[in-house]
């Protein structure tokens, strides 16, 4: 019992004769040049034994090979130049020289390419995704391969179409907006409804109110699975369809029957912007 306790009072005398300097590192013995606390090369605040960190900066934040504070290749213990960016051209705000963050966003949140609040994944700055019942597709050429021509369209519209203004049959439309204009055709789950020689006329309704008539162009607008009208001057109406959020469309064919849609058009003005669509007519 006493053999014990008095190996276990050299052992205390031993430890407590362990120097450590005034940072707390050891100086001497099996963990020298460590820190007494974190038992590594770093003390707590990330500092060595002779007080500098990884970067090789003291605490007073000069570096240990230039004595300034800046190191051998320009940068200080924060990881910026003297212009005030990182290595990788960004500001402690997470901007660029050109006032772009890495997502190409500036500080309104307008996109560097798109000039827009969104990126050409349609995404904004925090990386939400744009909110629109509209897709953006890419033509191919014959080879099946990418065009870089781009349209937008959405699909399979419900709506109801009427030969006697008192019935009334389910019916769908596709809407497609390319580069050549704005194109209505039936959804190509339907089968023929109507057919005329003549051209319709397409009346427009917004949510602001606003009331349009536009003439529709085409040989023969037929509601089959081939069938397709093009609206005449479609760049006007697509001046009207960006500038709200909701619409209602009625297509009157000469023998009586209309046809009348209803549907959400919100995010067609960021989508258009986006891809740069500009129609001809």
């Known amino acids: 019992m006493n053999k014990?306790?008095?190996?276990?009072?050299v052992l205390l005398i031993f430890l407590g004769c362990t120097k450590v300097d005034e940072n707390g590192f050891y100086l001497e013995g099996k963990y020298k040049n460590l820190h007494k606390i974190t038992k590594k090369k770093y003390d707590e605040e990330g500092y060595d034994i002779e007080s500098f960190n990884k970067k090789r900066f003291n605490r007073q934040f000069l570096n240990k090979f230039t004595n300034t504070e800046y190191d051998k290749i320009g940068y200080d213990h924060l990881g910026y130049d003297k212009n005030g960016f990182d290595k990788n051209g960004f500001d402690k705000n997470g901007f660029d020289k050109n006032g772009s963050n890495i997502r190409g966003f500036n500080h309104q949140g307008i996109h560097n390419v798109t000039q827009t609040k969104y990126d050409q994944n349609f995404k904004d700055n925090n990386g939400n995704k744009l909110t629109t019942n509209f897709?953006?597709?890419?033509?191919?050429?014959?080879?099946?391969?990418?065009?870089?021509?781009?349209?937008?369209e959405q699909s399979d519209i419900k709506?109801?179409?009427?030969?006697?203004?008192?019935?009334r049959n389910t019916a769908y439309l596709n809407i497609i907006i390319n580069k050549n204009g704005i194109t209505i055709e039936p959804s190509k789950s339907e089968y023929s409804l109507a057919r005329t020689k003549t051209r319709p006329t397409l009346y427009v309704k917004t949510d602001l109110e606003q009331k349009f008539e536009y003439q529709m162009t085409g040989d023969t607008f037929m509601w089959q699975k081939e069938g397709t009208a093009e609206v005449h001057e479609s760049k006007d109406l697509l001046?009207?369809?960006?500038?709200?959020?909701?619409?209602?469309?009625?297509?009157?064919?000469?023998?009586?029957?209309?046809?009348?849609?209803?549907?959400?058009?919100?995010?067609?003005?960021?989508l258009v912007s986006v891809i740069g669509l500009e129609l001809k007519y």
């Open 4 to 9: 014990l306790l008095l190996i276990v009072v």
């Open 135 to 152: 897709i953006v597709g890419n033509y191919v050429d014959k080879w099946g391969e990418k065009s870089g021509e781009k349209y937008i």
């Open 159 to 167: 709506g109801y179409y009427s030969d006697d203004r008192t019935n």
């Open 239 to 270: 001046k009207v369809l960006t500038n709200c959020k909701h619409v209602r469309m009625r297509i009157d064919i000469e023998d009586g029957t209309i046809y009348i849609f209803e549907f959400d058009i919100t995010g067609l003005k960021e």
